[in-house]
């Protein structure tokens, strides 16, 4: 359906302009007027930017709805504060300290900037790729109800052609395909340059079949009005031809070089277009030949008025990156920075006054003034940030499964499942997800309860042949698990989107990816990229450490611990019996909808173990800060012992065989090495940091000192002089650290090899994770 609306080119073409000069107005400053206290090159994209500007006045000056959300091209960053700027809706306070400590970001950020930016960008390929998921999510919310359609709006994802690099969009791709996602535009901005120089050509024509086959619509936008008129002419289709045949490195140096230089090539490669050559001089066939449709403002708008319905599109819009800027085409311009000269003449010949270049509308005579203005405010895009909603569901206390023997990993299923049947908001608005490891890592019973999210019917084949099977595998409109491809990435693409859901579409969803631990790996960036925009999920992985047992080293996992202790916005819970768990579940729902929460990470196994008597609740308060006593040392004791997870018996055996040689032993639950160190580090900074006394003095003394953390609250009956064995299925360090809260003497055990196939005992005993072990530490500290 054809939007029949008179459109204002000109205006929307001046405003193109307005960017231009903006982004790289804000960026020069930056770089070349802004004191600088440090003598660092600030940087900033103009290039990219210039790249991009028409696409952007096009989209969010005529395109884009209420609804619409978008992810822009990092380095456009300086376009979109322009756009805002131009609304009303930036500073220019901030536009002046872009770049710099509390000014608008280098690379648009959902938590930093002031503007309301939808998704955060950085990491080339992500930003594309999580609007494809935020679509899914939108349709999640449709489909149940939670979200009425006129809210609905489009994904966008204005990305750069060197993103198509990534692999990670081509794993987007076929998920997206087998969710038959909708309402999702992606606009390469196909100037054939990336960071180091000019892009192959080979790859002409791939990017269509592959993203035809999985479904898009591809229009390619290749021509500006201009050149299309030139066709018509005599000599016409030469010129087509030439151009068509052109490699990228050649059609981006002669646009450097500029008029002369494509009026030479030209006579020489394709002389039937003299009679075009004659009838321009220098200029206008340099503008000719820049006159590409990503540039091109009727092209652009009649592109994006051709496909207002649901189908997902890729335009590939031809662009030159530096448009209109001194050094367009050069393949070294991706960092490049006009020089003063070349800023004034760029100003100049915009006919912005110097003295007048933060002037929103400098330059434009009163009329053409009004009109700009009044197509600026014609847009529809949402200009004020989205409120967070906090606190969105009661969470209820969290029932500890009953059984003498337990794995954390059979009680979280165990935990769900009764969530479910309970029912209530909490429930309704848990979605599960997972990277074909649904079943494996126990999710089924509650699949088999809320069932497969599909928005069309999917009918579970083997329930209706009647073969049996634990696993019921029905999808419809209600379901709560998204089923996703054996593709980590991917699961915590999801997971961002999930996660960003009350801020995305005003309503909270509390997301839980389940994964094998070792294969957290595989998602590592997305991970990170979700974590820094504030997506809140539960991260559950299983199983862990060679606890795993005969699967061997290719699933025992190492290192998440230590990834986990250097993410910021995740917290990492490691409990060992089911209260601790459901305690741990209770928490974190809390946590991903407080203002001050974050995502968790719990770290579970597969190891049934016996579960702990408890006298009290004491121990509740310690297990959610990161620690507890599970045998309290007396006090002045020479060691503790300190676990954390699956290995909980054999510390608590060797606890028991070394409690009457060493008078008054702790044993030390650690549920969370994370959340101690942090507390740790955190007291430090608050007794070293302001607020300041009278007089200015900012020593430890003079704040008066900060409460002692956790940590070392938890160690301070031990000792001066006492040593602790840490033992952890997983890398030493993630427990050795300890040792620097008191200067305690450490004597770590974990994982520092490789593992392999094996039954509990040999593993143990081969990597010093038995009860031997632990004594053999534990004597070590008193040699
Ligand atoms: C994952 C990742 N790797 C590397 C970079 C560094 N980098 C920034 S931009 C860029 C090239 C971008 O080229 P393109 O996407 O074509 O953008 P444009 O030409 O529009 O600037 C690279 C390699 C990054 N930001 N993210
Ligand atoms: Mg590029």
Partial sequence: ????????????????????????????????????????????????????????????????????????????????????????????????????????????????????????????????????????????????????????????????????????????????????????????????????????????????????????????????????????????????????????????????????????????????????????????????????????????????????????????????????????????????????????????????????????????????????????????????????PWRQAEVPAVPVPAGEEQSTQAAFGRILLDLSRAGGTLADRIVTTSPDVTVSTNLGAWVNQRGLFRRQELADVFAAAKIPSAQKWGGHAAGQHIELGIAENNLFLMLAALGLAGDLFGTRLFPIGTVYDPFIARGLDALNYACYQDARFLLVATPSGVTLGPEGGAHQSINPPLIALGQPGLRHYEPAFADELALLMEEAFRLLQSPDGESVYLRLTTRSIPQVERTGEDWKAGALAGGYWLRAPAPGAEAALVYSGAIAPEALAAWEALKDDVPGLGLLAVTSPDLLHRGWTESQRSRWAPPRNAEGDRSPQANGGGDPSHVEALLAPLAPTAGLVTLIDAAPASLSWLGGVRGHKVSPLGLERFGQTGSLADLYREYRLDVDAVVDAAAELFL
Wanted: proline share 4%; charged share 25%; hydrophobic share 45%.
């Fill in 1 to 388: 359906m054809l939007k029949k609306t008179s459109v204002d080119l000109d205006a929307l073409r001046l405003l193109e302009e307005r960017l231009r000069w903006l982004s790289a107005w804000t960026i020069h400053n930056a770089n070349h007027l802004r004191p600088s206290a440090d003598g660092l090159k600030v940087g900033g994209h103009q290039a990219s930017c210039a790249s991009m500007t028409a696409i952007m006045a096009a989209l969010y000056f005529h395109a884009l709805g209420p609804n619409d959300k978008v992810a822009v091209k990092p380095h456009a960053g300086p376009v979109l504060h322009a756009v805002h700027y131009l609304l009303g809706t930036q500073g220019r306070e901030q536009l002046e300290a872009f770049r710099a400590f509390s000014g608008a970001q280098s690379y648009p950020s959902r938590t930093k900037d002031r503007i309301p930016v939808d998704f955060s960008t950085g990491s080339v390929g992500l930003g594309v790729a999580v609007t494809a998921f935020a679509s899914l999510v939108q349709d999640y919310l449709l489909a149940h109800g939670i979200m009425q359609p006129d809210a609905a709006g489009r994904m966008v994802a204005l990305m750069g052609d060197a993103e198509l690099d990534e692999g990670n969009i081509y794993e987007c791709l076929i998920e997206a395909y087998k969710h038959d996602i909708r309402n999702c535009w992606w606009i390469v901005d196909y100037n054939r340059q990336s960071l180091d120089a000019t892009t192959a050509e080979r790859m002409f024509r791939r990017f269509d079949e592959i993203f035809a086959s999985c479904g898009w619509r591809v229009v390619t936008l290749k021509y500006g009005k201009a050149l299309e008129a030139a066709f018509a002419e005599p000599g016409g289709a030469a010129l087509k031809r030439w151009i068509d045949d052109c490699p990228n490195a050649d059609y981006a140096a002669l646009t450097y070089l500029g008029g002369g230089a494509w009026r030479a090539r030209l006579a020489k490669d394709a002389p039937e277009t003299q009679a075009l050559l004659d009838a321009r001089d220098d200029d206008a066939l340099a503008a000719l030949m820049t006159n590409l449709a990503g540039h091109d403002m009727a092209a652009l708008v009649e592109a994006f008025d051709a496909a207002q319905d649901d189908v997902p599109t890729l335009f590939i819009a031809y662009t030159i990156k530096g448009f209109g800027l001194p050094f367009a085409g050069h393949k070294d311009n991706h960092a490049g920075l006009m020089n003063p000269g070349q800023i004034a003449a760029l100003r100049e010949r915009m006919g912005i006054s110097q003295g007048e270049e933060w002037e929103p509308w400098a330059g434009l005579g009163g009329n053409s003034a009004e009109a700009v203005r009044a197509v600026a405010e014609n847009s529809r895009i949402a200009r004020a940030k989205r409120e967070r």
